[in-house]
């Protein structure tokens, strides 16, 4: 596999597209201080590394809220009873296709994952969870925290490069 390198534009453009993934080249290449064709040449060449995952569209929630009601929010700490490296797999596979599990994380130390759940309700919580971990023989221990109030959601990932790692040259 080829070793990508990232200068400083690079990592503005990741920031910029993390800001608003729909500006358009010309608004993005002048915000950078590019040209528009090496602005759409460098946002591909981070399209096809795998560094722009896919581009969405964030929900606010009160104001879905007032269509669809209220939904939950649990952050779950789930604890296995045996954790073998195929047993880790096998639960994190279990979680892919859920929508609700929004979050799968792997943590240590303490429990073996937390999971950011949403639900419609708490019936729809406790069928989700017994479904998910009842049902699992490998799952020993499940504690839920239900959200209150979200004070912040943030999913941008900063990129600038630390100081104890000088850029590189191609």
């Not at 296709?97 to 979050?103: F, K, L, R, S």
Request: hydrophobic share 40%; charged share 25%.
């Amino acid at each position: 596999m080829e070793s990508l390198f990232l200068d400083d534009t690079d990592l503005q453009l990741l920031n910029a597209l993390q800001d608003d993934a729909t500006a358009s080249n010309q608004a993005l290449a002048a915000a950078v201080r590019v040209s528009p064709p090496t602005c759409l040449r460098r946002v591909k060449r981070l399209r096809e590394a795998g560094l722009i995952e896919r581009e969405v569209a964030l929900v606010q929630p009160d104001a879905l809220a007032r269509h669809l009601g209220h939904g939950i929010t649990a952050i779950v700490e789930v604890t296995l009873d045996r954790q073998d490296t195929e047993r880790l797999a096998a639960f994190e596979q279990r979680m892919q296709p859920e929508a609700a599990v929004q979050q799968c994380y792997r943590v240590s130390p303490g429990p073996d994952f937390i999971l950011v759940i949403y639900a419609q309700d708490i019936p729809g919580y406790l069928t989700l969870a017994q479904r998910l971990f009842s049902s699992d023989g490998n799952v020993r221990n499940v504690k839920a925290f239900f959200s209150l109030k979200r004070s912040k959601f943030e999913p941008k990932l900063p990129c600038v490069r630390p100081e104890s790692l000088p850029p590189r040259t191609p």
